[in-house]
């Protein structure tokens, strides 16, 4: 079993940056893939970036450019830098976890969510 606790979500203007944060607890070994989803209200949730075990990332065209997706294997944290912030990225960020690859995977576990809101 493993729980992933995000934090870091917040308000900020346009242009601005946010860093999230989500901490693993339980059982990691068995974990292949990470990765964060957001979901805007009235949408449906969409994948943002992911990062493979051997530390290999992919990212959402829309964020590419902007967003960075890093771990700290040693701290079981997964980061997600957030740069030149627009509205359109306000919506709930979750953090997930497999321990299947990354390649057309769909989360085993999920954080609660933190907020994010991008002002104009």
């Known amino acids: 079993q493993v729980q992933l606790v995000e934090s870091g979500g917040g308000s900020v203007q346009a242009g601005g940056s946010l860093r999230l944060s989500c901490a693993a607890f339980?059982?990691?070994?068995?974990?292949?893939?990470m990765g964060w989803f957001r979901q805007a209200p009235g949408k449906e949730r969409e994948e943002v970036a992911n990062?493979?075990?051997?530390?290999?990332?992919t990212y959402a065209d829309s964020v590419k450019g902007r967003f960075t997706i890093s771990k700290d294997n040693a701290k079981n944290t997964l980061y997600l830098q957030m740069n030149s912030l627009k509205p359109e990225d306000t919506a709930m960020y979750y953090c997930?976890?497999?321990?299947?690859?990354?390649?057309?995977?769909?989360?085993?576990?999920w954080g609660q969510g933190t907020q994010v809101t991008v002002s104009s």
């Open positions: 997930a976890s497999s321990e299947q690859r990354c390649r057309g995977w769909w989360p085993k576990y």
């Open positions: 339980g059982y990691m070994y068995s974990t292949y893939c």
């Open positions: 990062i493979e075990r051997d530390g290999s990332p």
